[in-house]
Nanobody, 121 residues
Framework: QVQVEESGGGWAQPGGSLRLSCAPSGFTLDYYAMGWFRQAPGKEREGIGCITNSGVSTYYTDSVKGRFTISRDNDNDTVYLQMNNLKPEDTAVYYC??????????????WGQGTQVTVSS
């Protein structure tokens, strides 16, 4: 079964940092652009950003620009979401997903089960 799995979620204080990881099961990530998403309670899923398969280009939604960084290590088949200066409104379940192409097309295929991030004092 082709899927991805997120890890690294947890609790952080406002202003703190967390790093999420996304790894594949049953395939390799290096062909695919990868997206990160989140869904807060009672809200729709929100796209956070995307990274191309080479890692050369990244794209972010305005609410996380300057605070979150998406990167990837294709040798280790892992994509990362570094989250700095966390805010309570970043509390959500975070998901990664494979784009259907090597560039960020906005069409996503395999999704993970998500990892919870809670930001509170």
């Amino acid at each position: 079964q082709v899927q991805v799995e997120e890890s690294g979620g947890g609790w952080a204080q406002p202003g703190g940092s967390l790093r999420l990881s996304c790894a594949p099961s049953g395939f390799t990530l290096d062909y695919y652009a990868m997206g990160w998403f989140r869904q807060a309670p009672g809200k729709e899923r929100e796209g956070i950003g995307c990274i191309t398969n080479s890692g050369v280009s990244t794209y972010y939604t305005d609410s996380v620009k300057g605070r979150f960084t998406i990167s990837r290590d294709n040798d280790n088949d892992t994509v990362y979401l570094q989250m700095n200066n966390l805010k309570p409104e970043d509390t959500a379940v975070y998901y990664c997903a494979t784009d259907e192409y090597y560039y960020c097309s906005g069409t996503f295929g395999s999704w993970g089960q998500g990892t919870q991030v809670t930001v509170s004092s």
